[in-house]
């Protein structure tokens, strides 16, 4: 039988790569192409490792989210011009304690130093992953790496804080990046401002209370108005909520395009080439709900094995959706769930290599 491997990461446990490392026992039993998986949010840059071996991984000094010296990785793939970044491995929210989180003086200015390092190597391409981020200042910490310049009505160049950020009024640009092409690859759709945008929807997660929520959905208003006088553009559009409004920035300072990760990923690797030749899939992802049927990466292969007329077995942590027809409807015939193998979330999700291996024994012997 010939199967295609393409899980997804399963979030704070462990990633693709990872899973597919569990499932090797497989090749000794069937024809099976291993395709670690994302939709633009964690391990973006395992999977385009994964996929083109040639690829090369660099590390650079570059600032976390609380201006820390890290070494914060990035990818070039074979043609020495395109580089991949993921944002959560320089500046992410999983790599901070609870008591840590700052988000009102959080930045994003180490994305712009690994930027620029990977300019100086030579790249002009940049796929950047956006997702699970401890910063929401709009992208304008990394622009500040790139020689930006943020001033207030009175002309005084303002400091970094979100607080100061309120009273931006102009952008002075800067002379990086007119040569390059940019990817912002996201799993949402959320806009910059309003109920759906990053300062609503994602602050609290990122441990913004509800004045702080409103201090920032003031400071990304004012860099969307400077941003439209000073830069001609407007980042108040799909996907700019994406990673602490990062989305925004690349957009705003970069004229970076923001897509949609999964099928833009799927594309590049051949996603639909490999469905074709399979007799099954597996994919999969950390839980099974309502979210995964809104841009995740594990639906859009379930899409494409369903439009293809190929069946899906689906391995998660927990599964909430019960609806038989929903499932067939994405060809999946099976779902596999980890915790009741495990005897609960909890061990299922500290253990997940081990109960996704099981798994995969008791479905294949």
């Not at 007329?309 to 409807?329: H, M, R, T, Y």
Request: aromatic share 10%.
């Amino acid at each position: 039988m010939r199967i295609l491997f393409a899980p997804n990461s399963f979030k704070g446990s462990i990633s693709a790569r990872d899973i597919c490392a569990r499932a090797s026992f497989l090749s000794g039993r069937h024809k099976i192409k291993f395709m670690p998986f994302s939709d633009g949010g964690d391990g973006v840059l395992d999977v385009f490792a994964a996929s083109f071996p040639s690829a090369k991984i660099y590390r650079v000094k570059a600032m976390d989210a609380l201006g820390r010296t890290k070494e914060a990785p990035y990818l070039f793939l074979p043609d020495g011009k395109t580089c991949v970044i993921e944002s959560a491995k320089v500046c992410g929210l999983g790599a901070l304690k609870k008591s840590e989180l700052d988000i009102m003086h959080a930045s994003s200015y180490g994305i712009g130093e690994v930027i620029k390092a990977a300019y100086k190597k030579g790249a002009r391409t940049f796929y950047i992953g956006l997702g699970g981020v401890a910063f929401n200042d709009g992208g304008t910490g990394m622009a500040r790496a790139l020689d930006y310049k943020f001033f207030d009505a009175s002309g005084r160049e303002i400091p970094t804080d979100i607080k100061a950020l309120r009273s931006l009024a102009e952008i002075k640009r800067s002379s990086f990046g007119r040569d390059i092409k940019v990817y912002g690859l996201s799993d949402v759709d959320n806009p910059l401002l309003g109920e759906k945008g990053s300062a609503r929807v994602y602050g609290p997660q990122k441990g913004a209370n509800a004045a702080q929520v409103a201090e920032l959905e003031e400071a990304m208003a004012a860099l969307c108005r400077a941003a439209q006088k000073s830069l001609g553009v407007n980042i108040n559009t799909r996907h700019c909520g994406a990673a602490g409004a990062l989305g925004a920035g690349l957009k705003g300072f970069l004229g970076g395009k923001l897509v949609s990760g999964a099928p833009f990923i799927a594309a590049r690797l051949n996603l639909e080439r490999e469905v074709k030749r399979a007799d099954l899939i597996i994919t999969g992802e950390g839980k099974l709900d309502g979210q995964t049927f809104y841009g995740k990466g594990p639906f859009y292969i379930c899409k494409t094995a369903a439009r293809l007329g190929k069946p899906v077995i689906f391995i998660c942590g927990l599964n909430e959706i019960k609806d038989k027809a929903l499932l067939s409807k994405y060809s999946i015939i099976k779902v596999v769930e980890t915790s009741l193998i495990a005897g609960g979330a909890d061990k299922s999700y500290k253990k997940a290599g081990f109960y996704i291996q099981a798994a995969l024994k008791d479905l294949f012997g």
